[in-house]
């Protein structure tokens, strides 16, 4: 057990930490390769990742919240998963029902229906109802947002507001079979480099923008503060250790909520990734041995333990944005 002195008298700021459980098949998709049907069953990222960021939850007194999608919780091995983290004390949210990359782009009828099929299932696995979104590829367009206000939902986390969309979109090409990204310019967001780095009550018809009134409680994913790098854990991997520390202790003295995203992949073996995990790129990405994936882990749930106030996404919202009203309904409080 890491000793959990604190650097600093300082009132520690809040760490949301969150957890996208993109299932193999789900990351697969999103690079234009093909899953066969056992394959969506046995899946590596709830039989194995999700049991260790259960444990390491358990052993840095984390409590998370996971973003799961409800197909996936149509599974009775994955519902099972979902329920154990639940029973721990975590949260488990919506990440839509097929995690389509490009949701912005449907109907609207149809947004409606990936996010409230979803909250079906994830409520039959669980026994609890979800209260947060995250769209797949970090779509915060404003036929999101909007219909993220229509289900009734207390908070939005799709919100990446980074510099390098254009980079990354090109990342995603590259790793793609067809050459081209899924989502087109939906995915990591449009716009969204205007947005706060900070949480915000979100204008659903310009989702960068802090409302006047009726806004929706946004959860933007952690950027740094000069370059605006996604701070998460797969691009963590990349950077490295050295950076990713020295990216925390520069959020803890900046004193603004860290919301720090990790992947399923992020703690599942090469091998059970297949050719997710080949060629420069892939390696780079996903191809890291289990045993760094989890030491690189431990390093940031040590900090985070120690310099911040862990707290799912949740109980941040009912503590700092509370919520009497969604999209439609006056008198909403707005953020101080
Ligand atoms: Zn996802």
Redesign the pocket.
């Known amino acids: 057990m890491p000793a959990r002195c604190r650097t600093s008298d300082a009132q520690p700021p809040p760490a949301l930490i969150q957890v996208?459980l993109?299932a193999v098949w789900?990351v697969r998709e999103?690079y234009g390769l093909s899953t066969s049907e056992p394959d969506r069953k046995t899946d590596p990222v709830y039989h194995d990742a999700l049991p260790a960021f259960l444990d390491l939850f358990e052993e840095y007194g984390v409590r998370a919240t996971f973003?799961a999608?409800g197909m996936d919780a149509e599974d009775e091995g994955k519902a099972a998963r979902l329920r154990q983290a639940v029973e721990a004390g975590h949260e488990v949210a919506n990440?839509s029902y097929t995690?389509q990359i490009g949701l912005g782009a449907l109907p609207s009828d149809d947004i409606d229906a990936e996010i409230s099929q979803a909250q079906q299932c994830l409520e039959r696995a669980t026994g609890t109802t979800p209260v947060g979104f995250?769209s797949?590829?970090y779509d915060a367009s404003p036929a999101v947002l909007q219909a993220v206000g229509r289900a009734g939902l207390l908070y939005d986390a799709s919100m990446l507001p980074t510099y390098l969309g254009p980079a990354l979109r090109a990342v995603s090409r590259k790793l793609s079979q067809h050459g081209k990204a899924g989502g087109g310019r939906g995915h990591y967001g449009q716009g969204s480099w205007r947005a706060p780095r900070h949480p915000y009550f979100a204008d659903p018809d310009r989702p960068w923008k802090p409302a006047v009134e009726n806004g929706i409680p946004e959860l933007p994913v952690s950027v740094t503060r000069r370059f605006r790098a996604p701070f998460h854990a797969s691009v963590g991997m990349v950077l490295g250790t050295t950076w990713t520390a020295r990216t925390l202790r520069a959020f803890r003295r900046e004193g603004t909520p860290l919301i720090y995203l990790l992947?399923g992949v992020d703690l599942c073996s090469p091998r059970s990734l297949t050719d997710l995990a080949k060629g420069r790129l892939g390696r780079r990405l996903f191809g890291r041995g289990i045993e760094e994936k989890r030491s690189f882990v431990r390093t940031v749930l040590e900090y985070v333990s120690k310099e911040f106030e862990p707290s799912r996404s949740v109980d941040y919202i009912h503590a700092n944005m509370p919520v009497c009203c969604s999209v439609g309904r006056a008198g909403m409080p707005q953020a101080g």
Do not use: I, Y
Request: charge should be negative; glycine fraction near 8%.
């Open positions: 996208d993109d789900a999103v973003f999608v990440h995690h995250r797949p590829g992947h």
